[in-house]
């Protein structure tokens, strides 16, 4: 397979031909940078230039694949994981899973004088929800030109665990959004590796706890590793790999919360996602009066309450929602893949962008 800078070079060198034909026949030309191939200076159009960029994006958006996603899928919701119930066995192996893939990969832990992946939090935190301590996962991709300002990409990777002989598999909630995080970091990973990587860090952050009250969040937004004032978005992906009743096709997500702390961000959600994914955006759970109130049972809200811009990702819920039968084998993965690539798209604009978000 052709290195990432050898398929750029030809890409370049095709456009350039494109390019000269045209001014040829227009009779125009336009200051334009140059780059140099180790042979000659080729002189190349801003929008070529662009272009090139959006190739760029799209061949590490390419690397989120159904494939991969239903690996880690297939793995955390297997009878091994005892339905990942937090402080328990279950979710002790998930948390092992998650972190030996960041190890995999090449994923840095956040804590920079450890090891160690693992925020604990005590069991005294868990206001009698556990019978024992259990740990949020970090994973961090420091920034090029602005580290110091973080983008959090975040999921739950607990769930509900075993009653008597029932299984609670929570296979879109949330091993769909637990695999999309995995897959979102490992096409990160791959633009570091290349020399492509996001100009502001990336926390990429595994919580626990959610279910029991949104434990996880709670404790990492009181006890930040990063101070909160430095994070410049949260976007948090819960429950992405199912289609409920009100949707006839797999090509939509709910966004929740992107229009309440930043308009701007709200703003950044649509253009990027008409540009690249083009799924349709429903924002009927984002109505302050709509009764379910999701806006307050994910993760993202102990970001929102602390002022920080957050996004939503869900797809609703099913009939399979919190029961034994939320399996594997329902999950849709072209649904969950074209959700993995919009938060992905959204985290690479926000991440690489000049100015920091504005806050209403």
Same mark, same amino acid.
């Given at each position: 397979?052709?290195?990432?800078i050898?398929?750029?070079?030809n890409k370049i060198?095709s456009?350039? &031909?494109?390019? *000269?034909?045209?001014s040829? %026949?227009?009779g125009k @030309?336009?200051?334009s940078?140059?780059i140099?191939?180790?042979k ?6 801003k929008d070529a $230039?662009?272009l090139l960029d959006?190739? /760029?994006?799209l ?5 989120i694949?159904?494939?991969? &996603?239903k690996?880690h899928? @297939? #793995?955390? @919701? ?8 937090t402080g328990e066995?279950?979710? !002790?192996?998930?948390?092992d899973y998650i972190?030996n893939?960041? %190890?995999?990969i090449?994923?840095e832990?956040a804590?920079?004088k450890t090891?160690?992946?693992l925020?604990?939090?005590?069991v005294? *935190?868990l ?7 259990t740990e949020?996962i970090?994973g961090?991709?420091?920034?090029t030109? %602005?580290p110091e300002e973080?983008v959090?990409i975040?999921?739950?990777y607990?769930h509900l665990?075993?009653?008597g002989?029932k299984?609670?598999?929570?296979a879109d909630?949330?091993g769909?959004?637990?695999?999309? /995080?995995l897959e979102?970091?490992e096409? *990160?990973?791959?633009? +570091? $590796? ?13 919580l @626990?706890?959610?279910e ?6 709670k404790y990492y937004a009181?006890?930040?590793?990063f101070?909160? !004032?430095n994070? +410049? +978005?949260d976007l948090n992906?819960d429950?992405?790999?199912r +289609? ?5 096709t797999?090509n939509?997500?709910y966004?929740i919360?992107?229009? !309440? $702390?930043?308009?701007?961000?709200h703003?950044?959600?649509e253009a990027?996602?008409k ?5 349709d955006?429903d924002?009927k759970?984002n109505?302050?009066k709509?009764?379910n ?14 002022g920080?811009p957050?996004?939503f ?9 919190? %029961?034994?039968?939320d399996?594997e ?5 072209d #649904?969950?893949?074209k ?8 985290a690479w604009?926000?991440?690489n962008?000049?100015e920091?978000?504005l806050?209403d």
């Amino acid at each position: 397979m052709p290195s990432l800078i050898t398929m750029i070079m030809n890409k370049i060198l095709s456009l350039l &031909l494109i390019f *000269f034909i045209f001014s040829c %026949k227009s009779g125009k @030309t336009n200051p334009s940078p140059t780059i140099n191939n180790g042979k000659a200076k080729i002189t190349i159009s801003k929008d070529a $230039i662009k272009l090139l960029d959006d190739k /760029v994006i799209l061949y590490y958006a390419s690397l989120i694949t159904k494939k991969d &996603l239903k690996k880690h899928l @297939t #793995a955390l @919701t297997s009878k091994t994981f005892e339905g990942r119930k937090t402080g328990e066995k279950g979710q !002790k192996i998930a948390a092992d899973y998650i972190q030996n893939y960041y %190890k995999k990969i090449g994923i840095e832990p956040a804590f920079s004088k450890t090891e160690s992946y693992l925020q604990n939090i005590p069991v005294s *935190f868990l206001n009698g929800k556990s019978n024992s301590d259990t740990e949020n996962i970090l994973g961090f991709i420091y920034g090029t030109e %602005k580290p110091e300002e973080i983008v959090v990409i975040s999921a739950h990777y607990d769930h509900l665990g075993i009653d008597g002989e029932k299984i609670y598999f929570g296979a879109d909630d949330n091993g769909s959004g637990t695999s999309a /995080v995995l897959e979102i970091a490992e096409s *990160f990973q791959k633009a +570091v $590796i290349e020399g492509e990587g996001p100009k502001r860090s990336i926390l990429f952050l595994n919580l @626990t706890g959610e279910e029991e009250g949104l434990y996880g969040s709670k404790y990492y937004a009181s006890h930040p590793v990063f101070p909160l !004032k430095n994070t +410049v +978005v949260d976007l948090n992906i819960d429950m992405v790999g199912r +289609v409920d009743a009100r949707h006839k096709t797999n090509n939509y997500v709910y966004l929740i919360g992107a229009d !309440k $702390i930043s308009t701007e961000l709200h703003y950044i959600s649509e253009a990027i996602n008409k540009k690249y994914v083009n799924l349709d955006l429903d924002y009927k759970y984002n109505d302050e009066k709509d009764p379910n109130r999701f806006y307050y049972r994910s993760d993202h809200y102990n970001f929102a309450k602390n002022g920080i811009p957050i996004i939503f990702y869900f797809n609703g819920t099913h009939k399979d929602y919190h %029961k034994p039968t939320d399996t594997e084998d329902k999950i849709d993965y072209d #649904a969950l893949q074209k959700r993995a690539k919009l938060v992905f798209h959204t985290a690479w604009e926000i991440a690489n962008r000049s100015e920091r978000l504005l806050i209403d």
